[in-house]
């Protein structure tokens, strides 16, 4: 039952279907149109309440102009294939130009729906399909704003768990690849791209989150929670910077590397991924691997092993640097999301 509701019964499922049956049951009670409003309850659902409600003060107006325009068409050109296409075309352009975009899909779909079986009394089939259509908004809106209000905070913990990962396996794969001049298998671009999606989904939760406590209550800790979640997301997102400069540098350029200098870097490399993954439990980095990387970059380095040397201890220090300035934030759980 628990992997069902995970994998399919989903609070967006329950409130389509619930936003489905309302408008249904509203519309044949006062013997109306069902399937405009339907459609228009469906392809409404928001995310949060934020956006029902700021989308549906946008596509009211849209749906009225795509409603105007077919109701013209039909009268001036009758039920052709031409009356669709200006129709379509001329709702689109209309509500791109009125700046409103959010409420271009339903409109253009009120505007092609409303053409077939219009009759004579074309003012009040304008008014009963737009009547329909603000039905279908205005439902999906209440359902939506009442029922089961989200909680993104399992969402956003998973990708911030996935990027977490991400982020010490890319550093790992990609400085062994530089120490011992040999291809990683994993491919580490796209592993970057991967890494980049899923903090944009942990950071696009968060604000989801939050704009649904604009119209709910909450706990202030739950509050503290997320924004220290976002503090986290842009630590990672610099910390993919830094990941990224060391994924596109040439390996071919790096000359051998001394024992030492292998061990050191690798050591340096451990301690920060468990500084990346434990941000409250930081333990003390090696001081002399620090000291090994910071003496290269003021010259203490071979001038012909410098240059490409210097850059990935440059980029090192870099993340060291960051890590050691956000100790406060919290940690993502260590377990995986499932079992949380």
């Known amino acids: ?3 069902l509701k995970q994998r399919f019964i989903g609070g967006r499922i329950v409130k389509t279907g619930v936003a489905v049956f309302l408008t249904a ?9 069902v399937v405009f409003a339907v459609i228009t309850a469906i392809v409404t659902i928001e995310p949060t309440a934020a956006d029902s409600i700021k989308k549906g003060l946008i596509r009211f107006p849209a749906s009225a102009i795509g409603a105007s ?14 009356t669709y296409t200006i129709s379509a075309v001329l709702t689109i352009w209309i ?9 271009m899909l339903v409109a253009t779909l009120t505007a092609v729906a409303m053409i077939p079986g ?9 008014i009963k399909r737009l009547g329909t259509t603000g039905i279908g908004i205005l439902t999906s809106t209440l359902v939506n704003f009442v029922l089961m209000p989200p909680k993104y905070k399992s969402q956003i913990i998973e990708f911030l768990y996935l990027a977490q990962s991400d982020v010490t396996k890319i550093l790992t794969e990609r400085m062994n690849e530089l120490l011992d001049q040999k291809p990683s298998a994993l491919n580490l671009e796209s592993a ?16 989801y989150q939050l704009q649904e406590w604009h119209y709910h209550s909450y706990k202030r800790e739950e509050m503290n929670e997320v924004q220290m979640y976002q503090k986290k997301i842009y630590l990672l997102r610099q910390l993919s910077y830094h990941l990224s400069n060391l994924v596109t540098l040439p390996t071919d350029e790096i ?14 490399v451990s301690q920060l991924n468990n500084r990346i993954i434990r941000s409250g439990e930081q333990e003390p980095v090696d001081p002399a691997a620090l000291a090994m990387l910071r003496n290269a970059l003021k010259g203490e380095t071979d001038e012909e092993e410098l240059p490409a040397k210097s850059y990935i201890y440059f980029e090192l220090l870099s993340i060291h640097a960051l890590l050691r300035k956000r100790k406060s934030f919290v940690s993502v759980p260590s377990a995986k999301p499932e079992e949380l």
């Open 95 to 103: 509500c791109y130009k009125l700046k409103l975009e959010a409420g």
């Open 118 to 126: 219009a009759d004579d009394h074309f003012l009040l089939e304008f």
């Open 255 to 268: 000359p051998e590397w001394s024992a030492d200098e292998k061990q050191a870097v690798r050591t340096l």
């Open 192 to 207: 970057s791209n991967e890494l980049r999606s899923q903090l944009d989904r942990a950071e696009t939760f968060c604000r």
């Open 69 to 82: 325009i077919a109701m013209l068409a039909t009268f001036l050109l009758g039920d052709h294939a031409i």
């Open 1 to 3: 039952m628990k992997w």
């Open 25 to 33: 049951l509203i519309c044949q009670l006062f013997n109306l149109p």
